[in-house]
């Protein structure tokens, strides 16, 4: 019988190399899985507080604007609108040049805003019942604009203030120009946003409402423009805005 006392302590006890490295790379593998979950958990944290349709601007000012629509968002709108038959190029055109469109809607008698050109590039837009907003065109691709506004709704007497981040998207379909509008509106009045989410969808309807408004005025000029040149040739021209702004209208219109 073998006595105890003589074996080597380590003889039976110590594991191993070839298991001590298992182990090792066992728990590696542990700590590496535990640190890639906790990136990719702080990655998607990261990505719910920014939209994805929208690099960041390299303005503060901005991204914290457009942060706070984002993350604390009253209500959302999806609004469309019928098809116009014009060319897309036209239309392209006439919405990067909302001053012209407000002045030839006045004209035509069919809106009353006023959308003046800010020296920073961005527009003001009073209405006749005092809402007013200053939109910034944050970014521009062949069919899809990205905006950011902020201002002042009317609201049966009510002055509301608010933002809102916009993404429109263009396409065609049978030579008609299609149009989508999504709006993440952010309501400033904390109680005001929470009354909204919760019990009045009359405001929701309201902000719809006055979007609507702004595809139908935009496409009733459009249509006059690519329907109607021998008027609205002329008009243009006579209209007093600066060359540069209204050369890629006439152009697209065939005025030139």
Known sequence: MTSLVGMSPDSNLRPAPAAVTRVRSLRVGIVLAALLACLAA????????????????????????VEKIWKDTT??????????DIPVALYVALIDAPEVVAAAAKHLGVASDVVTLLPDGSYELTSPDGSRATIQVLLT??????TLSHGQLVFHGLKINGSILGLL????????????LTAHVHID??????????????????????LSRGFRTTGAVATWAGKHREAFCPWQAASGFPRERLQPVADAAGCS
């Open 141 to 146: 691709k062949p069919l899809e604009r990205v």
């Open 42 to 65: 702080a990655s998607e944290a990261a990505d719910l507080d920014w939209p994805p349709f929208l690099p960041r601007t390299g303005s503060a000012r901005t991204d914290s604007a």
């Open 75 to 84: 209500f959302e709108r999806n609004l469309g609108a019928a098809p116009l």
């Open 189 to 210: 009045n904390p109680v005001l946003a929470w009354l909204t989410r919760t019990f009045l969808p009359l405001l929701s309807s309201k902000v719809g409402e006055v």
């Open 169 to 180: 998207q263009l396409s065609t379909v049978g030579g008609d120009v299609h149009q989508k």
